[in-house]
């Protein structure tokens, strides 16, 4: 039948938003839930078989020419790379996937970033994204009072922790100046003494932690001696094993020697939505600035950091001004000005998975997700510590757990992690601690069952007596 004249052709390629978007997207996403099916099915564990050479070659194999002369078509095209990406993928959702700080997304979580990606705001204008940027305002004021008891506390939606890290180094170089000196505990994150080389500061100071937390009476030592300016910075949930420096004597010891202090709370900061683990972080709301990352214990997908302050005006010093997004006759109109809301420019609404995660499930959920996640990992340190094959370093602080097999060297520890890695049977991350090599169990998927742990110890079992 011949269109009437007039009639606009039909977009051979059609959108994800405008009023015909939706129904562009339904038939896909039923091609990319069954790939997603496919490919986990065959992938049939945490991690495909293989070792990094027989899965780049597996890849290869399935994607051919990544730039063919002729199309093979959008559900062609999805089968085939939704399949590949799931077969090959580290999922975070086995339960026998638990080497990194690297979580399962919730459902609704991820659902909600396909609207994001649909509709494809840009947080660097209003007029990008008139109703992003004011779930955006709402969401950040909101969980930075989860931390500060201040009249106008507010937090800036970061990429994760080395983001956060990084712009809590860099306004705290705004406040004092370029001779700012960072003192750190050498639990902290990797990202801490990297931003201050990236920021132009003097090389950061690392102070030893041999129990595995900054000791305050080190850093009081440090303090006394360091000429100021002075930035400390503490951790909230290390990266190796999930401790939480003393907050309230290390703020009490900023305090008496006039320095500031960053907590970087990436992986411990959400405890304080659960009452029962609230008492383990009490002294975050004394921090300068706080990191804070919900995709560790707030399940979202990659990426939702943030870094929190007291008062917004502690973030006057991001402002800046570019005509074509905040012209001053605009912003003095009334149209918000977003771009000291980050070091970014272009910038994807993060905070719409995040606040449908809350909405969903309510403070209560979390908590209960939290609860139970942290439960799980004394419950794996409780059968390691009773077996007579396996050493336990010490009981988890949040759910991080540490053991190694009896009568083993690391080389040989290191190399069973690799075996487990290469064989697909589970992922499990490595921590030095006391000067020897432990095995990490980070336990961050809260539909994990205590069967499936059991699993995860006869597995090791097995493999260390080979």
């Given at each position: 039948m011949t269109a009437p004249p007039g009639?606009?052709?039909?977009?051979?390629?059609?959108?994800?938003?405008?009023?015909?978007?939706?129904?562009?997207?339904?038939?896909?996403?039923?091609?990319?839930?069954?790939?997603?099916?496919?490919?986990?099915?065959?992938?049939?564990?945490?991690?495909?078989?293989?070792?990094?050479?027989?899965?780049?070659?597996?890849?290869?194999?399935?994607?051919?020419?990544?730039?063919?002369?002729?199309g093979h078509g959008d559900h062609e095209a999805l089968r085939t790379l939704v399949h590949t990406l799931a077969a090959g993928a580290?999922?975070?959702?086995?339960?026998?996937?638990?080497?990194?700080?690297?979580?399962?997304?919730?459902?609704v979580a991820a659902a909600a970033d396909l609207a994001a990606s649909a509709l494809n705001p840009s947080l660097d204008s209003w007029d990008q994204a008139p109703a992003a940027s004011a779930i955006e305002a709402l969401l950040t004021r909101t969980l930075a009072a989860e931390f500060y008891d201040t009249p106008h506390p507010d937090a800036l939606v970061t990429t994760g922790g080395t983001e956060a890290n990084q712009l809590a180094l860099l306004l705290a170089r705004e406040r004092h100046g370029p001779r700012l000196t960072v003192l750190h505990g050498a639990n902290a994150h990797h990202s801490v003494p990297r931003a201050a080389w990236l920021l132009g500061l003097p090389a950061a100071t690392s102070l030893p932690t041999p129990a595995g937390t900054l000791d305050p009476a080190r850093l009081?030592?440090?303090?006394?001696?360091?000429?100021?300016?002075?930035?400390?910075?503490?951790?909230?949930?290390?990266?190796?094993?999930?401790?939480?420096?003393?907050?309230h004597p290390i703020a009490d010891l900023c305090e008496h020697h006039g320095a500031d202090l960053h907590i970087d709370a990436a992986y411990g900061g959400l405890l304080a939505l659960s009452p029962r683990h609230r008492p383990r972080v009490t002294g975050l709301g004394r921090a300068h600035s706080l990191t804070i990352d919900l995709h560790k214990l707030g399940w979202q997908p990659?990426?939702?950091?943030?870094?929190?302050?007291?008062?917004?005006?502690?973030?006057?010093?991001?402002?800046?001004?570019?005509?074509?997004?905040?012209?001053?006759?605009?912003?003095?109109?009334?149209?918000?000005?977003?771009?000291?809301?980050?070091?970014?420019?272009?910038?994807?609404?993060?905070?719409?998975?995040?606040?449908?995660?809350?909405?969903?499930?309510?403070?209560?959920?979390?908590a209960?997700?939290?609860?139970?996640?942290c439960e799980l990992a004394h419950h794996l340190a409780r059968l390691l510590d009773a077996h007579p094959r396996f050493e336990l370093h010490a009981p988890p602080t949040i759910s991080t757990v540490l053991f190694r097999p009896t009568h083993t060297d690391d080389t040989h520890l290191a190399a069973l992690r690799r075996t487990l890695l290469h064989t697909g049977h589970a992922v499990l991350g490595r921590a030095t601690a006391d000067n020897r090599l432990w095995l990490k169990a980070t336990l961050l998927n809260p539909h994990t069952t205590t069967r499936d742990l059991d699993t995860l110890v006869t597995l090791l079992e097995g493999s260390t007596h080979r």
């Open positions: 009639t606009p052709p039909t977009p051979p390629h059609p959108l994800a938003g405008g009023r015909l978007g939706a129904e562009a997207l339904r038939p896909l996403l039923d091609t990319v839930l069954e790939a997603l099916r496919t490919g986990a099915q065959e992938r049939g564990g945490p991690i495909p078989a293989g070792g990094p050479d027989a899965l780049a070659a597996r890849v290869q194999a399935a994607l051919g020419d990544v730039l063919p002369e002729k580290a999922d975070p959702a086995d339960p026998l996937c638990a080497a990194h700080l690297h979580g399962p997304p919730l459902a009081a030592e440090a303090l006394a001696t360091t000429p100021g300016p002075v930035l400390v910075t503490a951790t909230a949930g290390t990266t190796d094993a999930g401790l939480i420096d003393p907050l990659v990426a939702a950091g943030l870094l929190a302050v007291p008062d917004t005006t502690l973030l006057a010093p991001l402002a800046h001004q570019a005509d074509y997004l905040n012209a001053t006759d605009d912003t003095e109109a009334g149209l918000p000005d977003l771009l000291g809301r980050s070091l970014r420019t272009t910038r994807r609404p993060d905070a719409l998975k995040i606040a449908a995660t809350l909405r969903s499930l309510g403070r209560d959920g979390l209960h997700l939290i609860d139970r996640t």
